[in-house]
């Protein structure tokens, strides 16, 4: 058994999945709206923090910000707090990751000595995110890259690494920001009710995942009609070639 496989154990004999978003909420306690703040920075900031789960702990934390906040989550936040305080970790961590792209380019993911780094960040993560910045255009490939996992870590350091000057890049990292954090939470917070009265108490822990699966998947429409639309213009450019 390798080092990943017995910490993975070690953790499932502690009851705790770092994957699963409502694990995080309880371990966290009274700190959870803190820990919320740190995992949104953590995952856009630093490029370790790609595996977190942050679209679900969104969506979870705003169902602790609701009135059945115990009854689903088991523990209770600031609404005020995360839509404050959320925004503010991920912009925040999003320019530190720009800040380190324009500064080492592509050193900072061609010259780490650990090899789980070079296992995690392959080339083709990079490419990934070089593609979504040159297709959508910097602008909105920032705001985009909010809603995909894994390539909301990746291109902020990208956009550095590319040339995009800080400035424009903090616009548009603040508007992507405030949209993902904030519309997430809100979902979470008003739709909490109408999940509770749907599938009960006792369904919770059973249902819970795949609804906020669903949630992530609307999140994910604008990318979706971005790129229904960037392929009618290659169907009408192809058109009028022939």
Known sequence: MNLADKTQAALDGLGFNPLNAKDWLQAMGPFAMIGVWFIMFAETGLLVGFFLPGDSLLFLAGVASSDVALEIVGTKISLVGLLIGAPIAAIVGAQLGHHLGARYGRKLFENQKSRLFQKLFK??????????FTKFGPSKA???????PIVRTVLNPVAGMLGMP???FFVWNVLGGVLWTDGIILGGHFLAKQILD??????VDKYILPFILVIVLISMIPIFIEIIRNLRERKRAKANIG
């Open 198 to 203: 749907s599938i009960g108490v006792e369904n």
């Open 166 to 168: 800080a400035r424009q």
């Open 123 to 132: 080339p083709e993560y990079i490419e990934k995110a070089e593609h979504y």
């Open 142 to 148: 920032v705001v985009l890259a909010r809603f995909i």
